[in-house]
C-alpha cells in the first residue's frame, strides 16, 4: 500500500508516522508514506497556499491552484483508490471504513488546514471526505495520522499477531473484553477464573459476554444499532 498525505504544515506528522507500528510495516515494505509540503506547489516567490475568503469573513482558505497541482501531479504518476479530504463535515470514521481502506492500494489524503480549501477542489477532485469527531483540530493532520495508524495495523503482517486486529474493539461492533496478565492475584486483586481454566469454549464465553456487558454499560448506541447478535 502507499498513501501519499498532502499537508501545509508536513513536519506535524514526521514523528507519529516513523515510530512503532506504521515504523515496522514501513520496514517490512508493507506500506509507504509519503508527505507532501503543499508549499512546494505554492504559489509565487513565497509559495503562497492560502487567502482571503470571497464574503469578507474572518480566517484564510486554502487556493485552488496548488491543490490543483499537487493532487494532479501525483494522479498523473499512478491510480489511486481514493484523495480523500479530512474534514469536520465528512463520513464519520470507524472499524469499518477502517478495514475497507486497508484493502486499498493507493490513497492520498488531503489534510485540511486554516478555514478550509476551496470547495471547488472538493467538488471536482475529492473522492471521499472523513471526519474523525464532531470537535475541530487545528489541522487535518491529526487526523491523517489516525487514519493511516487504523488502516496500517490492519494490513496482514503489520502485526506481530496478526489474529490481534481481529479481537480489537469494535472488529464486532463491541467493545473489547477486559484483559488481565502475570500475576493471577496482585495486591488481593484476582483474575477471574474462568481465565485460568484453559478451557477455550468457556472463556470465549466469557470474553464474548463481557464485551456485550461493557458496550451496553459504557456504549449502548453500538448495540441500538443492531451489533449485539
Known amino acids: 500500500m502507499r498513501i501519499d498525505i498532502i499537508s501545509a504544515v508536513p513536519d506535524l506528522m514526521e514523528s507519529p508516522l516513523n515510530h512503532s507500528i506504521i515504523k515496522r510495516a514501513k520496514e517490512k515494505g508493507l506500506v509507504e508514506i509519503h508527505i507532501i509540503n503543499l508549499h512546494d506547489y505554492g ?26 497541482r499537487a493532487i494532479t501531479d501525483l494522479t498523473s504518476r499512478r491510480e489511486y483508490d ?3 479530504y479530512t474534514s469536520p463535515d465528512g463520513e464519520m470514521f470507524d472499524q469499518n471504513m477502517a478495514n475497507s481502506l486497508s484493502c486499498c492500494d493507493n490513497l492520498i489524503i488531503l489534510c485540511g488546514h486554516y478555514k478550509g480549501i476551496d470547495h471547488r477542489i472538493r467538488e471536482h477532485l475529492i473522492t471521499k471526505e472523513i471526519s474523525i469527531g ?8 491529526t487526523a ?70 461493557r458496550t451496553r454499560l459504557l456504549r449502548p448506541e453500538l448495540l441500538d444499532e443492531g451489533w449485539e447478535g
Open 43 to 68: 504559489h509565487g516567490n513565497y509559495k503562497q497556499i492560502d487567502d482571503y475568503q470571497f464574503g469578507g469573513d474572518a480566517g484564510m482558505v486554502i487556493r485552488p491552484e496548488p491543490l490543483f
Open 82 to 84: 481514493h484523495v480523500i
Open 134 to 141: 464532531n470537535y475541530v483540530l487545528s489541522g487535518g493532520e
Open 144 to 213: 491523517a495520522i489516525v487514519i493511516c495508524d487504523a488502516i496500517v495495523r490492519l494490513i496482514p503482517g503489520a502485526l506481530g499477531d496478526g489474529s490481534s486486529a481481529l479481537s480489537d474493539s469494535f472488529q464486532d461492533g463491541l467493545l473489547s473484553p477486559p484483559v488481565y496478565t502475570r500475576p493471577a492475584e496482585f495486591n488481593g486483586w484476582k483474575v477471574p477464573e474462568v481465565l485460568l481454566s484453559g478451557n477455550p469454549r468457556l472463556i470465549q464465553e466469557w470474553k464474548h459476554g463481557m464485551s456485550i456487558e
